[in-house]
């Protein structure tokens, strides 16, 4: 299967990056050869400029100079993100890869006759590997995990027929090195029966 793997973290030996090679490895180990958009060594700007803004609704302008990630995301069956959860969401890049390539035409259809209908047709199953500051029962209970809703909420949207996956580490900056391999092991595993 095609997979398309995207990570952001600004550092090269972080929770984040080492979730993201075993992410990797898992899906080599499956038979994958995935496509690694490392947002930060790309030095991918998070911003939407205006060109692309007034664009947004024009499926044919709305991408441009962003083609190899539009076209990764096109032809994606499995759509693997790692990163860390700060402020109850992902970091800056990730969240503007995302506002950025989730387009109109993409990742979904407008309709003027009736609500969007997803674009995503090809995807099998979206993964989120995250790593959360917080414990669980504060993201889970007390602030109601936004992070792992909204991307639950951007596959009904744009990939209803994948299968979501949330592979999350709570209380990440605190766990000892054993609960952290347990998870990255985890991840491995879980990205290694994907088919």
Known sequence: MRALLVTAHPAEDSLTAAMAARAEAGLRR??????????????FDPAMPEAQWRAYHDPAANAAGLEPHAAALRTAEILVLCHP??????????????????????????????PPRPGLTGLRHFVVCAAY???????????????????AGLRRFCAPQAR??????????????????RHLARIESALGRLG
Do not use: C, I, N, S
């Open 30 to 43: 499956a038979g994958h050869a995935p496509e690694v958009f490392d947002l930060e060594r790309l030095g």
């Open 85 to 114: 959860v700060w402020w109850a969401g992902p970091p800056a890049r990730l969240k503007g890869w995302l506002d950025r390539t989730m387009l109109p035409g993409l990742a979904f259809v407008e309709r003027p006759d009736g």
């Open 133 to 151: 500051g917080a414990p669980f029962w504060l993201t889970r209970f007390g602030l109601g995990d936004p992070a792992r809703r909204a991307m």
């Open 164 to 181: 979501f996956h949330h592979l999350a580490l709570y209380g990440a900056e605190l766990a000892p090195a054993a609960r952290r391999e």
